[in-house]
């Protein structure tokens, strides 16, 4: 697995790749317990498996989330809404 600017920002570069690396070692754990018939080992690790995915779609709707806000700022620049007078407008200024 490949870690990029494309899915995670670039804070969270370090944490997505230890969270792919960390689900890489759990499927290799669930395979070999299932292999070996320990299906309860197995299901723990699935669940911890579950919990590095959700953390990984979280910061990738961090950045998706980021990616929008940026867009939309561009789009009303473009229509020549200045960024501060709507950042005045939000914080009451």
Sequence with gaps: MIVSHTHFLEQDLNQAYKEQECLQALV???????????????????????LSLHELSQLAYKKKQYDRAGNLLNRMEAMGIHVEVVRGLINGK
């Design 28 to 50: 290799k754990s669930v395979t070999n317990h299932i292999k070996q018939g320990e299906f309860e080992l197995a299901k723990h690790r699935s669940q911890d498996m579950l």
